[in-house]
């Protein structure tokens, strides 16, 4: 097979090392991901999973101090978040980032102020038809699911190539997080490459293709998500379940 053959992985990471400050949080990760998986990120609490998801999607913080991260064969590692995120890198944080004291559609409308836009909003409110009831209500106010539903509705009225998800289940009642795995179904469905780090191993196990497991800031498994599901072993010793 000749190189010019040999298929590119879509998203790679190559021996990523990240500091908060002098803590050296990630140790050296590398990892592929093919276009239109959903990657669960694993470990236990402390293992670095926000941090690694962090520094891939180029926030500030952890500092990333060296290592290579490519999107389509961009090199994504030079840039800063909102660079990034130009580019189809979109990370909804744990704590949501919804925008007070604006309606539904104010902050939807808000994440297409600058381009390239994703779906339209009228797109968004069919696949999200929550939010349309909703589009004139204060944001803030609405459940923890419906505020998670706008978190990744507004990473989709972006150009999103890849979208990181962080703890995307935290707090949310048992039927609002099978509303929340059909919306990430329907995701994967448009192509839509997606990282998912989750403390609710077996949710994320469950809904993905394939797996990541961090332990101490560095790659400790990488397979498919059913080789976590079916190695008993396995999970206890990374995941305590």
């Known amino acids: 097979m000749s190189e010019t053959s040999v298929k590119k992985p879509y998203f790679s990471v190559k021996d990523i090392h990240a500091y908060y400050g002098e803590s050296y949080i990630v140790q050296g990760v590398s990892f592929d991901v093919e276009e239109g998986d959903i990657v669960a990120l694993l470990g236990r609490n402390g293992a670095g ?6 520094a891939l999607a180029r926030v500030d913080s952890p500092a990333l101090k060296r290592g290579e991260i490519y999107l389509n064969g ?9 660079q ?15 925008i007070g004291g604006l309606t539904v559609e104010e902050n939807l409308l808000l994440s297409q102020v600058a381009e390239p836009k994703g779906w339209e909003i009228e797109r968004i409110y069919n696949h999200f038809p929550r939010l349309g009831e909703r589009r004139n209500q204060d944001a803030v106010t609405m459940s923890g699911g419906e505020q998670q539903m706008l978190a990744v509705a507004r990473a989709l009225a972006r150009d999103v190539k890849l979208l990181f998800l962080d703890e995307p289940y935290e707090g949310l009642a048992p039927v609002i997080v099978q509303e929340i795995e059909k919306i990430l179904l329907e995701v994967k469905k448009l192509g839509i490459t997606t990282i998912i780090v989750e403390q609710n191993a077996i949710a994320a196990l469950q809904l993905a ?31 305590a379940i």
Request: charged share 30%; aromatic share 4%; no cysteine.
């Open 49 to 54: 999973k926000t941090s690694t998801l962090r």
């Open 74 to 82: 961009k090199a994504i590692h030079p840039l800063k978040a909102y």
């Open 84 to 98: 990034a995120a130009r580019e189809g890198i979109q990370l909804v944080p744990e704590d949501r980032r919804i």
């Open 209 to 239: 293709d394939k797996a990541l497991i961090l332990d101490m800031g560095q790659i400790a498994f990488r397979g498919t998500a059913q080789q976590v599901l079916d190695d008993q072993e396995l999970r206890h010793e990374y995941l």
